[in-house]
Nanobody, 118 residues
Framework: QVQLVESGGGSVQAGGSLRLSCTAS????????MDWYRQVPGKQRELVAS???????NYGDSVKGRFTISRDNAKNTVYLQMNSLKPEDTAVYYC????????????WGQGTQVTVSS
């Protein structure tokens, strides 16, 4: 079993920055993908950014050029640096870890609120 704990959410004015962190503990494999998703009430959860254990990254179109995902494999931690924040970035942000051990295992954090005011 894998546990994910997020931190770093909060409130900020438009144009500001926040940094989210997510640390995985438990039976974490060496090869996995760690992602950040976000969700607002009434909408589907959307992918914000992902990074593989090899460092390959992928971003949602709405955050390209503003957000940066990175990871420290030794600490099993993924980060999301969010710059030039907009009110539409307001959401609950969830950390996700996917790994394949025969089957694909999918783990979620509890979520952290990010609120951007105009």
């Amino acid at each position: 079993q894998v546990q994910l704990v997020e931190s770093g959410g909060g409130s900020v004015q438009a144009g500001g920055s926040l940094r989210l962190s997510c640390t995985a503990s438990g039976n974490v494999g060496s090869f996995n993908t760690m992602d950040w998703y976000r969700q607002v009430p009434g909408k589907q959860r959307e992918l914000v950014a992902s990074i593989t254990s090899g460092g390959t990254t992928n971003y949602g179109d709405s955050v390209k050029g503003r957000f940066t995902i990175s990871r420290d494999n030794a600490k099993n931690t993924v980060y999301l640096q969010m710059n030039s924040l907009k009110p539409e970035d307001t959401a609950v942000y969830y950390c996700n870890l996917k790994e394949k051990r025969g089957l694909i295992y999918n783990y979620w954090g509890q979520g952290t609120q990010v609120t951007v005011s105009s």
